[in-house]
Nanobody
Framework: QVQLVESGGGLVQPGESLRLSCAAS????????MGWYRQVPGKQRDKVAA???????NYADSVKGRFAISRDNAKNTVYLQMNSLKPEDTAVYYC??????????WGLGTLVTVSS
């Protein structure tokens, strides 16, 4: 099992930026991909971005060109740089780690609020 702790959420105005961090510990060696989902109360959890161990990334269409996912293997940390934030980006952001068997571990989430 992998333990994940997210940080970096907060309240920002439209157009501003935030960087989320996800620190991983535990059975990190079994991880083949990490990424971020987000969820608005009452709605399903949607994929935002992911990065594999070889650095391949993919993004939801709604965040392409604005968000960037990266990882620091020495720190066992994944980042989500969010630029040009919009009110519709408001959500709880969850970090996940996926094993080679397809199992996923999740963090507890960090709240991002974009409002003027």
């Amino acid at each position: 099992q992998v333990q994940l702790v997210e940080s970096g959420g907060g309240l920002v105005q439209p157009g501003e930026s935030l960087r989320l961090s996800c620190a991983a510990s535990g059975r990190i060696y079994s991880t083949v991909a990490m990424g971020w989902y987000r969820q608005v109360p009452g709605k399903q959890r949607d994929k935002v971005a992911a990065i594999t161990t070889d650095g391949t990334t993919n993004y939801a269409d709604s965040v392409k060109g604005r968000f960037a996912i990266s990882r620091d293997n020495a720190k066992n940390t994944v980042y989500l740089q969010m630029n040009s934030l919009k009110p519709e980006d408001t959500a709880v952001y969850y970090c996940y780690a996926e094993s080679s068997l397809g199992n996923r571990d999740w963090g507890l989430g960090t709240l991002v609020t974009v409002s003027s």
